[in-house]
């Protein structure tokens, strides 16, 4: 129940803040990264967010009569989602510094979780490569040069509405983002959103 609270909260947002804040838009990592000597120096720390609970989430079912409807109508697939296990996420970071490790850079995993929403902001101005987020706190802690942040933010299923009436088969979710940061000038060297999705 709080992730879909926090889903129209967040839709909410985004609809009453308009172009107030453009989405990250994507950043290619760079052709020659790995084979680049600036890659290679200093230490990649690779962290995830504590993941979510799953749940289930009904964009487009709008008015609180819509959404209690929709709610009704798939509690079953509620109660069933809820219950699901995350597990098979939480090597995901591990696996990451292997792979960082067989390209040549020297990566270290930070096991504490990080929640992105309690950093303080960044004033970035108007560019688009820049993290809006301040990560430079974990530069000194973990003696890390560059930050892999994994960033999920939703598990689960969701099920497209129009007011009443459901516009998609429910789809498994995966949904938030992925950069690699510097952190000593918040350069966003790469950033993936993660929208991942499965109809059922």
Avoid at 18 to 36: H, K, R, T, W
Avoid at 85 to 114: N, R, T, Y
Wanted: aromatic letters at 8%.
């Amino acid at each position: 129940m709080r992730f879909r609270f926090w889903s129209a909260l967040i839709f909410l947002f985004a609809f009453v803040s308009g172009c107030a804040v453009p989405p990250q838009m994507p950043i290619n990592l760079a052709e020659d990264y790995f084979s680049a000597g600036k890659a290679k120096a200093g230490k990649v720390g690779v962290i995830m967010s504590e993941l979510p609970k799953p749940d289930t989430a009904f964009p487009g079912a709008g008015c609180l009569l819509c959404l209690a409807v929709a709610n009704a109508t798939h509690s079953s697939l509620t109660t069933q989602v809820q219950s699901f296990s995350v597990i098979e996420l939480k090597p995901l970071p591990s696996d990451l510094v292997g792979l960082l490790k067989k390209q040549g850079i020297d990566a270290v995993l930070i096991e504490d979780a990080i929640n992105v929403n309690d950093l303080p902001n960044l004033e970035v101005g108007d560019s688009t490569n820049k993290s809006r987020k301040d990560f430079s706190s974990l530069k000194t802690k973990h003696n890390v040069n560059r930050l892999l942040v994994v960033n999920i933010i939703a598990l689960g299923v969701w099920r497209s509405y129009s007011a009443y009436f459901p516009t998609d088969p429910p789809r498994a979710i995966v949904n938030g983002n992925a950069a690699m940061i510097d952190l000593t000038t918040h350069t966003l060297e790469w950033f993936r959103p993660l929208n991942i999705s499965r109809a059922s």
